[in-house]
C-alpha cells in the first residue's frame, strides 16, 4: 500500500527514496506484485542497484524489462550486470535479439560477452559484426536496391552483399556495383557465379587476415 501511495504521487524524489530504503530482495518482490510499474521501478534505482535487482528476477520479469526499457537504459542497464549474469540471461534469448543487445554494450564488455557465449580466443567470431545485407536468389535488382536502402544505414559496410537461401545459408556475395550497372528486372541469380569465399567464426584472425590480402577483400 505504502509503495501505492509513493508510485501515484510521482514524486521522483520520494519514490527514488522510498526504493533505496528497501533491500535488493523486497524490490524484486515489488516488481513481482507490481509487473505494471517494474520498469518505473528499475530506471527510479541507481545503476547499480538497478542491477542487483535484475539479476536476481526471473527470465519472463527479465526479458519483459530490458524490451520495455528506454534503449539507452536498457544498455546502461546490461553493461552494469556483471559479465556472469549478463550472458546467464544472454543465453536464454534468441539469437538475433543476443545480436541486438550485444550491440549495446561498450566494447570491453561486448569483448568479454562474446568470449563466455563461446568463440575461442582470436578466432574471427570475435571480430563479426552481425549487421549486413543479405537478398535472396529470386529477388530482382529493383528489390535488392530497396533493400539496401532501408537496412544498409545499419551496416559498416555494403560494398558487398551477400545471397542467402531460406536457411540462412551462404549461396554468393555480389558487389553493389553489380546491382547499379544491372537492369532493375534481372534476378539475383541471374548475376549469380557462385564463387565466393567466406570464412569461419572459428578461424583464426591471423589465416582471415591472409585471406582478406590475398584476395583483395575489404569485406568477407
Same mark, same amino acid.
Given at each position: 500500500?505504502?509503495?501505492?501511495?509513493?508510485?501515484?504521487?510521482?514524486?521522483k524524489l520520494a519514490?527514488?527514496?522510498?526504493l533505496?530504503d528497501?533491500?535488493i530482495?523486497?524490490?524484486?518482490?515489488?516488481?513481482?506484485?507490481n509487473?505494471d510499474?517494474?520498469?518505473?521501478?528499475?530506471?527510479h534505482?541507481s545503476i547499480?542497484?538497478?542491477a542487483?535487482?535484475f539479476?536476481?528476477l526471473?527470465?519472463t520479469?527479465?526479458t519483459?524489462?530490458i524490451?520495455?526499457? *528506454?534503449?539507452f537504459?536498457?544498455?546502461?542497464l546490461?553493461n552494469?550486470?556483471?559479465?556472469?549474469?549478463?550472458?546467464?540471461? %544472454?543465453?536464454?534469448?534468441?539469437?538475433?535479439t543476443?545480436r541486438?543487445?550485444?550491440?549495446t %554494450?561498450d566494447?570491453?564488455?561486448?569483448?568479454v560477452?562474446?568470449?563466455?557465449?563461446?568463440y *575461442?580466443?582470436?578466432?574471427?567470431?570475435r571480430l563479426?559484426? *552481425?549487421?549486413y545485407?543479405?537478398?535472396?536468389e529470386?529477388?530482382t535488382?529493383?528489390?535488392?536496391?530497396?533493400?539496401?536502402?532501408?537496412?544498409?544505414?545499419?551496416?559498416?559496410?555494403?560494398?558487398?552483399?551477400?545471397?542467402?537461401?531460406?536457411k540462412g545459408?551462404l %549461396?554468393?556475395d555480389?558487389?553493389i556495383?553489380?546491382?547499379i550497372?544491372?537492369?532493375?528486372e534481372i534476378k539475383v541469380?541471374?548475376?549469380?557465379?557462385?564463387r565466393?569465399?567466406s570464412?569461419n567464426v572459428n578461424?583464426?584472425?591471423e589465416?582471415?587476415?591472409?585471406?582478406?590480402k590475398m584476395?583483395?577483400?575489404?569485406a568477407?
Amino acid at each position: 500500500q505504502q509503495f501505492e501511495e509513493v508510485i501515484a504521487s510521482e514524486d521522483k524524489l520520494a519514490i527514488k527514496e522510498f526504493l533505496n530504503d528497501q533491500n535488493i530482495s523486497d524490490v524484486a518482490n515489488l516488481i513481482y506484485e507490481n509487473p505494471d510499474y517494474e520498469t518505473q521501478i528499475i530506471s527510479h534505482l541507481s545503476i547499480h542497484r538497478a542491477a542487483g535487482v535484475f539479476k536476481i528476477l526471473d527470465l519472463t520479469e527479465q526479458t519483459r524489462i530490458i524490451k520495455d526499457l *528506454p534503449p539507452f537504459k536498457s544498455a546502461e542497464l546490461l553493461n552494469e550486470l556483471p559479465a556472469d549474469d549478463r550472458v546467464s540471461f %544472454l543465453e536464454e534469448l534468441p539469437n538475433n535479439t543476443v545480436r541486438e543487445l550485444i550491440k549495446t %554494450l561498450d566494447p570491453q564488455e561486448r569483448k568479454v560477452t562474446l568470449e563466455l557465449l563461446g568463440y *575461442p580466443e582470436n578466432s574471427v567470431g570475435r571480430l563479426m559484426n *552481425p549487421d549486413y545485407v543479405y537478398v535472396y536468389e529470386y529477388n530482382t535488382v529493383e528489390q535488392v536496391l530497396q533493400t539496401i536502402r532501408r537496412f544498409g544505414t545499419n551496416t559498416e559496410t555494403i560494398d558487398v552483399i551477400y545471397v542467402i537461401n531460406e536457411k540462412g545459408e551462404l %549461396l554468393d556475395d555480389i558487389r553493389i556495383r553489380d546491382f547499379i550497372l544491372a537492369a532493375p528486372e534481372i534476378k539475383v541469380q541471374e548475376l549469380m557465379d557462385e564463387r565466393f569465399i567466406s570464412l569461419n567464426v572459428n578461424d583464426d584472425q591471423e589465416v582471415a587476415n591472409e585471406v582478406f590480402k590475398m584476395n583483395n577483400r575489404v569485406a568477407l
